[in-house]
């Protein structure tokens, strides 16, 4: 998505999740790995792989606008509509999917399957 970007812009990453090696979001949000830029005064984009009960990215995106972010604007690949337990406001969304639980490009379930070349619904005899 970057070299769409018609702006100049910095990057940075964290990694924060709610989901552990479980299928479910546990609610507890966790952050793995923190920015190393200060977002005091900046328009911030979250990219998201996926937008499921929307609990991690409401937190992310509260923890954002209180170490005084100017703007917090998210865009996501795939969105559950159905799975949603907090309204998030997303600007963009890729695809809207079923309350299923995905891997693939990118997405993994106990740090497995995320180098398929494509994104499909994990059987749920696998993980029972």
Do not use: C, H
């Not at 940075?12 to 920015?35: E, F, P, Q």
């Amino acid at each position: 998505m970057s070299r769409a970007l018609q702006t100049r812009v910095q990057m940075d990453w964290m990694a924060v999740s709610s989901y552990g090696s479980g299928t479910t979001s546990s609610g507890v949000v966790r952050i793995l790995k923190d920015l190393d830029t200060d977002v005091l005064g900046k328009n911030v984009l979250i990219v998201e792989d996926i937008v499921d009960s929307g609990l991690t990215l409401s937190w992310l995106v509260s923890n954002l606008e209180a170490r005084g972010a100017s703007s917090v604007e998210v865009v996501t690949l795939l969105r559950k509509p159905e799975a949603a337990k907090v309204e998030v406001d997303v600007r963009w969304v890729g695809f809207e999917i079923p309350n299923e639980f995905v891997v693939g490009y990118g997405l993994d379930w106990n740090e497995r399957y995320r180098t398929l070349p494509g994104v499909a619904v994990l059987a749920p005899a696998v993980y029972s």
